[in-house]
């Protein structure tokens, strides 16, 4: 009975070991699961500090972002208005050196033209030039004229010219042919600068524009002239010169070729 008893109380003994060694081992695991949990905790806490931390630099990115884009999309459309105005600058310059090109073509011809009314102008006003000549060199002849004319009356008024006095004989109708030369004449006035000179015969004489004379003295053949106006009692002749054989002077001899 004693040996019953004393075999209880080892067993009792080993099973209050058994259950506090259970009850170390079980407190030793609830410490150190007690433990990790505290670690996680400060892990997780840490974890969800970093998430916050890049949640905030994210949400900066995305806002920095949505700058850049927005500041990207203001450059793209003012880089289409740039775009746009060029394509119209270019457009107007291409319009312009078409209108240059058409303006330059219309000075070339312009200047052509002038060049051309220049070269008129210019032989017009050579022939101004020739015809003032042509008209001075007529009015001097005219003047020549004028004054041989006024010789030939002042010779005439004073008897020099006057010839004897006719008798009044009838002797008869003396018919006289229209392109006939009556008689010959005399120079009256000879101009050598203008290579002419004046005679004592005209209209009245039957004397015609182109009419020939020869000039002579004592009967010798001095120079042939060819008549360019006719009055109606002198004439202007101008000289020939292929035929001038010598000096014509007044009151030298003429007679119709």
């Known amino acids: 009975m004693a040996q019953g008893s004393k075999s209880g109380l080892i067993i009792l003994i080993i099973f209050c070991v058994i259950f506090a060694a259970l009850a170390g081992g079980l407190l030793f695991l609830q410490m150190q699961e007690k433990a990790k949990n505290s670690e996680l905790s400060t892990q997780i806490s840490q974890l969800q500090t970093a998430k916050n931390k890049l949640q905030k630099e994210h949400n900066e990115i995305k806002t920095q972002i949505e700058s850049v884009q927005s500041e990207l999309d203001s450059l793209k459309q003012e880089a289409k208005q740039l775009e746009d105005r060029?394509?119209?600058?270019?457009?107007?310059?291409?319009?312009?050196?078409?209108?240059?090109?058409?303006?330059?073509?219309?000075?070339?011809?312009?200047?052509?033209?002038?060049?051309?009314?220049?070269?008129?102008?210019?032989?017009?006003?050579?022939?101004?030039?020739?015809?003032?000549?042509?008209?001075?060199?007529?009015?001097?002849?005219?003047?020549?004229?004028?004054?041989?004319?006024?010789?030939?009356?002042?010779?005439?008024?004073?008897?020099?010219?006057?010839?004897?006095?006719?008798?009044?004989?009838?002797l008869g109708t003396v018919v006289v042919?229209?392109?006939?030369?009556?008689?010959?004449?005399?120079?009256?006035?000879?101009?050598?600068?203008?290579?002419?000179?004046?005679?004592?015969?005209?209209?009245?004489?039957?004397?015609?524009?182109?009419?020939q004379f020869g000039v002579y003295r004592d009967g010798e053949l001095l120079a042939k002239v060819e008549v360019e106006q006719v009055y109606k009692d002198m004439s202007s002749a101008r000289i020939l010169p292929d035929d001038l054989k010598g000096e014509i002077q007044e009151d030298d001899e003429v007679k119709k070729l």
């Open 86 to 170: 060029i394509i119209s600058e270019k457009s107007k310059r291409r319009s312009v050196e078409s209108k240059l090109k058409s303006k330059n073509s219309e000075i070339t011809g312009l200047m052509g033209k002038i060049d051309k009314f220049e070269s008129n102008l210019s032989g017009l006003k050579s022939k101004y030039s020739s015809l003032e000549s042509e008209n001075e060199e007529l009015l001097n002849k005219l003047n020549q004229i004028r004054l041989a004319k006024k010789a030939l009356e002042a010779k005439i008024s004073s008897g020099s010219l006057v010839t004897s006095e006719r008798e009044e004989v009838e």
């Open 177 to 211: 042919k229209a392109d006939e030369i009556v008689g010959d004449g005399r120079v009256l006035v000879v101009n050598k600068e203008f290579n002419f000179i004046v005679i004592d015969l005209g209209e009245q004489d039957s004397v015609t524009v182109g009419t």
